[in-house]
């Protein structure tokens, strides 16, 4: 409420000004003139009117834009879904990468399995290839020996030239003990005319010069026949 004194604000439930004191509720009255009938001047009768109240212009606040904060919180989310978005695709990206280094690691391990399992079922096929033949040698020597006793022992030819498969040690008896006498080079050519039986499934041929060398034995043929 609006003071008629001193046109200051009120709160609406008082009824005296607090800014001057006067009563809010009840419009100054004015004293009537005392009417004179000798004066020519007319009476003034503003008195008598009504005092009209002064409107005061309410000021009504600018409505500010709604739109504004919707507007902020929509920018904020779009901005959040980019960044999201952004984050998962390198995240992706990441795991993608990794499962492909994963892939190909595997690969390249059955790659090497693979040939590695070829590298050992070519050993097996010439060690099988090896083992045949050998096993031919044999059968044909102990078929010889048969035939001719004198000729052979243990299945090896006796009397006749032999050639050097691998560097050679020559030791003074039929024994992987016995002390060493020389060398037999690899293709080198030596005269046995005796061969014994040794330890390892070993058998040991005597040269014209009286060293022996070991001819065969569970692993390899020192020597064969030329």
Known sequence: MICRHCQKENPE???YCIHC??????????????FDPHKEEGLNDDWSKPVEEEKTEVIKPSKKNSHVPVLIALGVLVGL???GGVGYFMY????????IARLE???????EARRKAEEE??????????????NDRLEDRQKDENESEDHYQYGFEIDTWYKANYNMALRNAGDYNATQTGHLRKDERIFIEEIISGS???YWGRSSSGDWV???DNDYDYLREE
């Open 13 to 15: 439930s008082i009824k």
């Open 214 to 216: 070991c001819m065969q």
């Open 200 to 202: 390892n499934g070993s």
């Open 105 to 111: 690691q595997e690969k390249e391990q059955e790659k």
């Open 81 to 83: 879904l980019v960044i």
């Open 121 to 134: 079922a070519d050993d097996l096929q010439d060690k099988n290839e090896y083992l045949e033949d050998r």
């Open 92 to 99: 992706s990206n990441h795991q993608h990468q990794q499962e």
């Open 21 to 34: 004191g006067k009563p809010l509720d009840e419009p100054e009255r004015q004293t009537p003139p005392v």
